[in-house]
Each structure stands twice: as C-alpha cells, then as structure tokens.
C-alpha cells in the first residue's frame, strides 16, 4: 500500500492538479475541500493512515495557519507542505515556526512537489524510529508505534487496543520474529499502568534450577550460592505489567506454582516463610501453539485457561506483504542515520524481491537484512546484489528477479534537481516529467501525453468555473492568449486522435 497524501485546497481545479501530480509520484490521494474537513480526515477514528499533508494556507473558514495549530494541539506528527499563491517570506516563515516542514508556490511542478514529499516522508520515517527507540528506552510503546497497513492487522489491533483498557489476561501467539514483545509492549503504555514498571522475562533462557528463583525471588541462604535476597520479577513487576516470553517453555514445576500465583495474587520467596501480595497484569507469549503443548502433556491444561482468556495471533509478514515497503522505509531511514551512509534508496528490482520472499524470520530478518545491506553497500542505492542471503532463501526468487516494483527513495537522488523558478505563464498546466519530456505516466503505468493531461485539467476547470474565461485563466495561472491558443490546439488534435481510434 502506498503512502497516503492528505489535500486541503478549497479551490477545486488546484485539489484536482496537485491530485493528478500525487499519484503521478506513486502516492495515493485523499482529497478534502476545507481545513475542518482536513482536521477530521486526520482525527477520526476509523480514517486511514496520512503519511503526509498538502495544505494550503488560505481557505475560508478555518485557514492553514489554524490547521497547523489544530494539529500541533492533538500532538499529530504528520508533515505538513504548506502552498499558496502568496509566496512572502512572511508567510513562509508563519507557517514554517508553526510547524510546517516545507513551503511551496502555486502552481507547483511535479518535480519540485515530488522531492518535497520524498523528503517529507523521509523525514518522518527517521522521527518515526527515533521515536519508537525512545518510547521503547522509556517503556512509552503505543499502537501508534507499531509500523502496519495491513487489513489483517486492523483486527488484531482493535482487540489488543480494548485489552490495554483493563486487566484482562493476554496471550499473544505468532511466529518469531513477528513483534509479540511490541505489542505486549504496546499494551501496557496504552493502558492505566503505563506509568509502572513493565518487566519482560524470557522463559525459554533460564535454567530449570532457577525459574522459581527469578519469578518469584529467594531469601539469602535459601540454597547454595543465594548469597543474598532476591525479589523475583513478580514483586519487581507489582503494580505493572510482566510479560512471560516463551511461556510455552516453563517446566511443569515452576507451571504449579505460576498457576497458585496467578489464582491467589501472592507469591513465596524460595527460602521464604510468608507470602507477598502482588498486583501484576500478565501478558504471555509463544511461538508455539500452546493448545498442543497442552494436548501432549507438556503444559498444564489449568494453567493454559488461566492464560488463555484472551488470545491475539500476530499474522506472519509474509500474510502481510503491504507492510514490507513501510518497514523498509523506516528501518532504511534510521539505519542510514545510525551508520551515517548516504543511501538514498532501493531498486525497484530489489523492492520486488523483497516483497515476495516469505521472510521465515519475519520482521527482525528483514530488519537484519536492511541493517547488514546498509553496511556492506558499496553504492548509494541499494540493489539484488545488496541482500544475498535474502536472495538465496525462497524459490521466488527466480521470479523476482524477472519483475520489477516501484523503487523506494528516501532521499534526493544523486542527479535529482529542483526546478527553477519561473514566472506563472511559463508554467504548464500539467508539469513536465523528470525527464523533461512532454509525457507522464499514466495510473495504469502507461506514457500519456502531457496534452492529454492538458486539455482535461482544462476542460475541467472550464465545466467547473461555467465557462468564465478569465477565471479559469486566472486560476490556472496562465495568460487568457495562452488558455486560448491551447484549446485552439486541443481542438484541432482531436480529428487526428479521433482517426487513429
């Protein structure tokens, strides 16, 4: 799924170009007509993600400056591009201090919108992990946090977002590799004991011999080496959330006494003589399927309902392949960041076999993946060559390399420029390519003429102003002459294209 742009434009032949001009970039296109319209597309519950926003600055009623201001109150991290017909450095230096990324003029050219949202989305991406780093430092995850657009996702989202409201007990089931501990994670800092400890014990790493010891703590001397007392992780966790990773793993020992915990709300110390009351939310974990550790004897069937109350199952990356080029994205942002490596994206070759491999280590492969290409490249965009061991895994492969995806660029290009400014009437209705040819690429990925595009912007704007002449050349910045001589042409190409139909 392709990053979603928001346009806010209260005049309808500008929404319709910058449209035509998002999607020509590979973006998908949500239109709205004012800038309340704008702010309930960004906070509605049931809208879609917006990666990014093209907000014009004057429209009646609530303007772009009242916008920004909205959305810096409801703490929205979506970039905003501002553009107006009114380029002063007034006005760009209002709306860049409150909070717009970027600034454009009217009537902008393709390639100057598209290196703005590139780096916009760019920018955002590295926010975005930098901002998971700190949260996930903090113990502050939310579901805001977690990269998805996947439609099996949304289910698993809504439930573990009703979870995070009480303290129901939680299993989380899924792959490895898949983010089981993000979203236990994401649990607890959306939930009333965010600001409590959130403890995390890996159940399959400890010794048999010290799983009592570690859960439930022991008292100085209570066996050799217990040199001094030990809280254990339930107390340490009392007032939080503990999170049992691999629960599947426990021995059906310290399963007896993890059941009596879990029922009685109190633990005892190996060694120790009274037990201690505890307040802990539970949230466990496995990449097994505990029904059948249950059915062959290797987990107690009690304990399993005790845990079992409300499943989640995380879908392997592979069931969600949409969400490959979002992860690609951020995890190339931050890691270029972190190694300081000028990589400014990946091939459309590479793009296609990455989306079809079947990533059996799911999101942390493809998250080591990234990470060892950014290091090891030699080049400033990343290629087949890059991911070897990706390469060699899947039988897809063969296939992959015999078609393409759209690349991904995070940033400029090496020979990508920002045209210069020209006056209004030396700028086409609809703009030139990156090529500089009188073409652009059509929805269907086939090469339309840029007369094509031409004469529908203007037909449009025609219809949409009721054929009033020097509104609609007002409007599309260009003089009456010029708006004249275009329908002139597009009249008289007609017959020809009629012919050749």
């Known amino acids: 799924m392709a990053a979603c742009i928001l346009i806010a434009d209260d005049d309808a032949v500008q929404r319709r170009l910058v449209e035509n001009m998002v999607q020509k970039c590979g973006y998908e296109a949500l239109v709205v007509d004012s800038g309340d319209a704008a702010i309930a597309a960004l906070t509605a519950a049931d809208a879609p993600t917006i990666d990014a926003v093209m907000l014009d600055l004057v429209m009646p009623g609530l303007d772009g400056m009242g916008v920004l201001a909205k959305i810096r109150e409801a703490g929205l991290n979506v970039p905003v591009i501002v553009q107006t017909a009114h380029g002063g450095i007034d006005n760009v230096v209002s709306a860049m201090r409150a909070g717009a990324q970027d600034f454009v003029v009217k009537p902008v050219g393709l390639e100057r919108l598209q290196v703005s949202l590139r780096n916009a989305l760019n920018t955002s991406a590295l926010k975005g992990e930098l901002q998971r780093i700190r949260h996930s430092r903090e113990g502050k995850l939310t579901f805001a946090d977690i990269i998805t657009r996947s439609q099996t996702m949304t289910a698993v989202l809504r439930t573990a ?3 995070a409201a009480s303290t129901i007990p939680v299993l989380i089931e899924g792959e490895s590799g898949v983010g089981k501990e993000l979203f236990a994670r994401a649990i607890h800092g959306s939930s009333e004991r965010k ?7 890996n159940c399959g790493a400890i010794p048999d011999n010290l799983v009592e010891s570690i859960l439930f ?10 040199t001094e007392r030990h809280m254990g992780k339930f107390v340490e966790a009392s007032g939080g959330t503990l999170f049992l990773d691999e629960v599947s793993e426990l021995p059906l020992t310290a399963q007896v006494k993890l059941l009596r915990a879990l029922q009685e709300g109190t633990v005892e110390a190996v060694g120790g003589r009274k037990p201690v009351k505890v307040d802990v939310r539970i949230i466990s974990a496995t990449n097994r399927k505990l029904l059948d550790r249950v059915k062959g004897g290797q987990f107690r069937e009690d304990l399993f309902y005790r845990l ?15 969400d490959i080029p979002h992860l690609l994205r951020h995890f190339l942002a931050r890691f270029c960041a972190e190694e300081n490596r000028p990589i400014t994206g990946i091939s459309g070759e590479a793009m296609a076999l990455l989306s079809q491999l079947d990533w059996p280590g799911n999101i942390r492969q493809l998250e080591n993946a990234v990470y060892r290409a950014v290091v090891m490249s030699d080049t400033d965009q990343l290629d087949i060559t890059d991911f070897p061991q990706a390469a060699a895994q899947s039988l897809a492969t063969s296939e992959a390399r015999h078609q393409s995806a759209e690349p991904l660029i995070i940033g400029p290009g090496a020979h990508s420029t920002v045209p210069a400014m020209v006056s209004g009437n030396e700028i086409p209705i609809a703009p030139l390519s990156s090529a500089g040819t009188l073409a652009m690429l059509a929805s269907n990925g086939e090469v339309r003429p ?29 003089g009456r002459s010029t708006l004249y001589r275009k329908i002139d042409e597009a009249a008289a190409n007609a017959p020809a294209a009629d012919d050749a139909n």
């Open 217 to 226: 703590g022991h008292e100085k001397g209570a066996f050799t080496g217990a």
């Open 308 to 322: 079992h109350v409300l499943p989640l199952t995380i879908p392997p990356l592979r069931m969600r392949r949409e």
């Open 195 to 201: 600001t409590k400890p959130f403890v995390a014990v």
């Open 161 to 163: 977002q009703k979870a």
């Open 450 to 478: 840029l007369e094509e595009m031409e004469t529908e912007i203007i037909r449009f704007a025609i219809s949409h102003y009721r054929g009033q002449m020097s509104e609609v050349a007002r409007r599309l910045k260009i």
